[in-house]
C-alpha cells in the first residue's frame, strides 16, 4: 500500500517562503512512469494543481500562477519530492496535496492520480 505523508506547511507573511515536502513509501518515486504533483484547495472550490514532476525523467510543470515563484524537485535517493514556495502571496492560502499515479494523462488533472496525502494547511497572510 503506498503512502504519501506531506509536511511542512504553515503560516507565512506575504513575501515569505515555505518548504513542503512529500515522502513515499516503497520505491514509488523511482518507477519512470511515475508522476508526482502538488494540488491545492480553498474551501468550496475546486482543487487545482500548481506543480508537477516525473521524478524519472525530471520534467516539471507549472501553472501560470505560481511559475517564477515555486519550483517542485525530488531528493537524490527518489524518495521524497519538494515544493519551494518562495514570494507567497494571500491568493496561496489552501490545502496542499501531495499526489502520485502511474497512468497520469494530464498533469494537473485531478482524476488521473491514484494516490494523495493528508493535505498540509498553508496561510500567508498579507
Known amino acids: 500500500q503506498v503512502q504519501l505523508v506531506e509536511s511542512g506547511g504553515g503560516s507565512v507573511q506575504a513575501g515569505g517562503s515555505l518548504r513542503l515536502s512529500c515522502a513515499a513509501s516503497g520505491d514509488l518515486y523511482s518507477r519512470n512512469a511515475v508522476a508526482v504533483a502538488w494540488f491545492r484547495q480553498v474551501a468550496g472550490e475546486e482543487r487545482e494543481g500548481v506543480a508537477a514532476?516525473?521524478?524519472?525523467?525530471?520534467?516539471?510543470f507549472y501553472v501560470d500562477s505560481v511559475k517564477g515563484r515555486f519550483t517542485i524537485s525530488q531528493d537524490n535517493v527518489k524518495t521524497t519530492v519538494y515544493l519551494q514556495m518562495n514570494s507567497l502571496k494571500s491568493e496561496d492560502t489552501a490545502i496542499y496535496y501531495c499526489a502520485a499515479g502511474s497512468r497520469v494523462g494530464s498533469v494537473f488533472r485531478r482524476y488521473d492520480y491514484t494516490y494523495w496525502g493528508q493535505g498540509t494547511q498553508v496561510t500567508v497572510s498579507s
Open positions: 514532476i516525473w521524478p524519472g525523467f525530471g520534467s516539471t
